[in-house]
């Protein structure tokens, strides 16, 4: 029997609830994306989500990333099994799927938002890619494109491996050579791209994350534009980080607030940013990834990957994938102290 079988047997049987116990002085971060009003592929439907939330509100204690930062940081008090339901990059279905349901059952979160995609100055370059791919030509050819070659037709029984295929080689490059492969597959397939995302890929509104902060929402800052803070130079990281601010603020007024890298593996940030970050009044910093130094940087929290798999979303707000990784004593380097 596998680790994972294990695992889920020993849930069945009160494991999950031992875990709980014992990481219950330990505050998890979980990290969500997309949202759907029925399953699809990469959105937690929405009622897989509010499976999920009524268990944390049953079972734990919800709070934001400010507050778990103020506790561990600045010694303020947090109560044990505290969570904290973080969901980045500003889509509208947080809108109008996910906020509901965390308002039905009273349940804080944290929106990391992409100040520019939220203004309507662009829209995120992953769903220019999958949009892309969506409009690739039907002929047999083998179409190069510098970081990738993508052979078409794209089958739709490949379409979301070949998405994923493409989507992990651009996420290691710079900014502009990304940008730089979408126009040419936009210009070789003769695909032009609308200005402002199509419906499935828009963002919230300012007005809308006025309503939600009004209603108890953190809302985070996760850039400007969301590139690789790694891939840029300092004073466009210094543009990224601080003009995030200046949007939130102007938009919503100045209150408590964290920061997520986009990315946010420990090669999408260098150290040299974290003065920025702290120079803009963030509390604190989210990454996304988990390890067994927990939260001892405060501005590289770790966060546990959540998603409509059950067993996933157990294990990583019970603690389970906390304990596992302690006892491998798996560690990530960050790049800064």
């Known amino acids: ?74 010694g303020e008090s947090l109560p044990r099994n505290s969570i904290a339901i973080t969901v980045d990059d500003g889509y509208e279905d947080f809108f109008s799927i996910a906020w509901p349901i965390l308002k039905k059952y009273k349940v804080p979160a944290t929106f990391y938002v992409t100040t520019g995609f939220v203004n309507g100055d662009l829209w995120l370059w992953p769903d220019q890619l999958r949009y892309l791919l969506e409009q690739s030509p039907e002929i047999e050819n083998r179409f190069n494109f510098g970081l990738f070659n993508v052979q078409t037709p794209v089958k739709a029984a490949e379409f979301e491996q070949v998405f994923w295929r493409i989507n992990q080689i651009m996420l290691k490059a710079d900014n502009a050579e990304k940008l730089q492969c979408l126009d040419a597959m936009a210009s070789a397939w003769q695909v032009e791209l609308p200005d402002e995302p199509p419906k499935g890929y828009k963002a919230v509104t300012w007005g809308q994350l006025q309503q939600m902060q009004a209603e108890g929402l953190e809302v985070g800052g996760h850039t400007a534009t969301h590139p690789s803070l790694a891939r840029v130079s300092l004073a466009e990281a210094r543009n990224e980080i601080l003009g995030c601010c200046e949007a939130l603020e102007q938009n919503l007024g100045m209150t408590l607030r964290s920061f997520c890298y986009p990315n946010g593996t420990p090669d999408d940030f260098v150290g040299e940013q974290v003065e920025l970050i702290q120079e803009a009044g963030f509390s604190c910093a989210a990454v996304a990834f988990a390890d067994s130094g927990e939260h001892r940087q405060r501005y590289a929290m770790r966060r546990h990957a959540s998603s409509s798999d059950q067993f996933q979303f157990l294990k990583a707000v019970s603690g389970i994938e906390l304990l596992g990784l302690k006892w491998r004593k798996a560690a990530k380097e960050t790049p800064y102290e």
């Open 1 to 74: 029997m596998n680790a994972s079988r294990l695992v889920k047997l020993a849930g069945k049987f009160g494991g999950y609830a031992m875990a709980r116990a014992i990481t219950a002085g330990h505050p998890r971060i979980l990290m969500y994306h997309r949202f759907s009003k029925v399953p699809a592929p990469g959105h937690v439907g929405a009622g897989e989500f509010e499976q999920q939330v009524r268990y944390i509100s049953r079972h734990y204690n919800p709070v934001t990333v400010s507050r778990i930062a103020l506790a561990l940081y600045e």
